[in-house]
């Protein structure tokens, strides 16, 4: 269930990368992901169209790389889930990113990184 919510988290962040005209980004997400989407692991049966859709948005957007970070090093991830959870259901799009996330993001930059 974790790689299909997963491969679904970068199916609509390709789509709004779309949406929003860029064309070029880096997307993050755990190893499997990372194998299913470069077409280094067959997707199971649940995954085969979604993995599919995936593929073909980042073809046509070009310019889109898909890189392994560990789950449990991706604080910045994780803090905009906890906010995730005060804000009403729907795509909320931050063209900012929020001052609290800030200093996790400034630290993934220079490869700090954290044991949990």
């Given amino acids: ?7 679904w988290a970068v199916y ?4 709004l990368l779309e949406e929003l005209g860029i064309s070029h980004a880096i997307v993050e997400c755990d190893n499997k992901g990372v194998d299913i989407i470069s077409g280094s ?9 979604l993995a599919r859709s995936v593929h073909d948005l980042m073809v ?11 789950r449990e090093s991706n604080f910045s991830a994780d803090w905009l889930v906890g906010i ?3 804000v009403p259901l ?15 993001l400034a630290h993934e ?3 700090i990184t954290y044991c949990r």
């Fill in 41 to 49: 692991m067959m997707p199971m049966a649940s995954c085969l169209s």
């Fill in 12 to 15: 609509h962040g390709i789509k």
């Fill in 84 to 86: 995730a959870k005060s």
């Fill in 60 to 70: 046509m957007l070009r310019d889109i790389s898909v890189v392994h970070v560990y």
């Fill in 109 to 111: 930059r220079v490869g």
């Fill in 90 to 104: 729907g795509k909320h799009v931050l063209l900012n990113p929020p001052t609290g996330v800030l200093p996790w």
């Fill in 1 to 7: 269930m974790g790689l299909l919510l997963e491969l």
